[in-house]
Nanobody, 123 residues
Framework: QVQLVESGGDSVQAGGSLRLSCVASRDILRYFCMGWFRQAPGKEREGVASIASDGSTSYADSVKGRFTISQGNAENTLYLQMNSLNPDDSATYYC?????????????????RGQGTQVTVSS
């Protein structure tokens, strides 16, 4: 069983930055595809970013150049650095994991997810 716990969500003004964190219940980052997706009220789930066990990353076009996914020094910690935030980035952000590392992509339908952390960007 994989458990994921997110933190770092907050309310910020447009142009601001946030860093989201995710702690996994066990050391899976070396083996799993990890990622973030988001969902705003009334909208479909949207993939944001992914990082494979070899460190390769991918991003949705909507966040490319603004968001950075990374692994922490602790082997069960994942981050999402979000810069130049705009109101369209407002959503609940979920940390996600999947053992299908060979299909690792920001658009992957991840098998495991956390409870989410809220990000609100005001104009």
């Amino acid at each position: 069983q994989v458990q994921l716990v997110e933190s770092g969500g907050d309310s910020v003004q447009a142009g601001g930055s946030l860093r989201l964190s995710c702690v996994a219940s066990r050391d899976i980052l070396r083996y799993f595809c990890m990622g973030w997706f988001r969902q705003a009220p009334g909208k479909e789930r949207e993939g944001v970013a992914s990082i494979a066990s070899d460190g390769s990353t991918s991003y949705a076009d909507s966040v490319k150049g603004r968001f950075t996914i990374s692994q922490g020094n602790a082997e069960n910690t994942l981050y999402l650095q979000m810069n130049s935030l705009n109101p369209d980035d407002s959503a609940t952000y979920y940390c996600a994991a999947d053992f299908r590392n060979q299909f690792c992509s920001w658009s992957l339908d991840f098998r495991y997810r956390g409870q989410g952390t809220q990000v609100t960007v005001s104009s």
